[in-house]
Antibody
Framework: QLQLHESGPGLVKPSETLSLTCSVA??????????WGWIRQSPGKGLEWIGS???????YYNPSLKSRVTISIDTAKNQFSLRLRSVSAADTTVYYC????????????????WGQGTLVTVSS | DIVLTQSPDSLAVSLGERATINCKSS????????????LAWYQQKPGQPPKVVIY???TREYGVPDRFSGSGSGTDFTLTISSLQAEDVAVYYC?????????FGQGTKVEV
């Protein structure tokens, strides 16, 4: 059974970089069939897709965050990671990783399953 | 970006009764070349991450009870729970994957 688990600091200072890792068990991030994605959820903005990566290194990001986001993948560790630069209080929220089904071409896909999520607070 | 607007924001349904949630898209998510609607529905129970229940607008995820059904096409979609059970109390979200960025509706809270 596929399981994903987010890890990383729960507190980040303003203007610094948020770094999270998603560890995958029960499937390989090297599977060509899927992307692996990050989504965040806040009471104010709801669910927001951040970006996704394929084991080949192909990435695509939400344009609203693209200038600050890097997603990378480590096939040897079966993990993928999120880096969000220049954070502010607006980035305080719960971050999820998930397997991202994709449907070909320029289309996206649904997310299943999701990790349990990790709360990141941006504060000095 | 495609905006998804769900209605209502919340609803209270008696056990055994039908629950209906609507999702309206700001533009069509139907692709005529393959006759598919690029829309999914998720269920999020308190303290848990979202879980997909429907994709391709009407395909039930494996293991999802058949009381859950999705319908609609183009810009208007519906998630129906035919006979609400206590374990169905949750917030439900729609998501489009027709165009990037993929976007979600604001959620509908279903209560008993």
């Amino acid at each position: 059974q596929l399981q994903l688990h987010e890890s990383g600091p729960g507190l980040v200072k303003p203007s610094e970089t948020l770094s999270l890792t998603c560890s995958v068990a029960g499937d390989s991030v090297s599977s060509s069939s899927y992307y692996w994605g990050w989504i965040r959820q806040s009471p104010g903005k709801g669910l927001e897709w951040i970006g996704s990566i394929h084991y080949s290194g192909s990435t695509y990001y939400n344009p609203s965050l693209k200038s600050r986001v890097t997603i990378s993948i480590d096939t040897a560790k079966n993990q993928f990671s999120l880096r969000l630069r220049s954070v502010s209080a607006a980035d305080t929220t719960v971050y999820y990783c998930a397997r991202h089904y994709t449907t070909g071409g320029s289309f996206g896909g649904w997310f299943d399953p999701w990790g349990q999520g990790t709360l990141v607070t941006v504060s000095s | 970006d495609i905006v998804l607007t769900q209605s209502p924001d919340s609803l209270a349904v008696s056990l055994g009764e039908r629950a209906t949630i609507n999702c309206k898209s700001s533009q069509s998510v139907f692709y005529s070349s393959n006759n598919k609607n690029y829309l999914a529905w998720y269920q999020q129970k308190p303290g848990q991450p979202p879980k997909v229940v429907i994709y391709w607008a009407s395909t039930r995820e494996y293991g999802v009870p058949d009381r859950f059904s999705g319908s609609g096409s183009g810009t208007d979609f519906t998630l129906t729970i035919s006979s609400l059970q206590a374990e169905d109390v949750a917030v439900y979200y729609c998501q489009q994957y027709y165009s990037s960025p993929q976007t979600f509706g604001q959620g509908t809270k279903v209560e008993v």
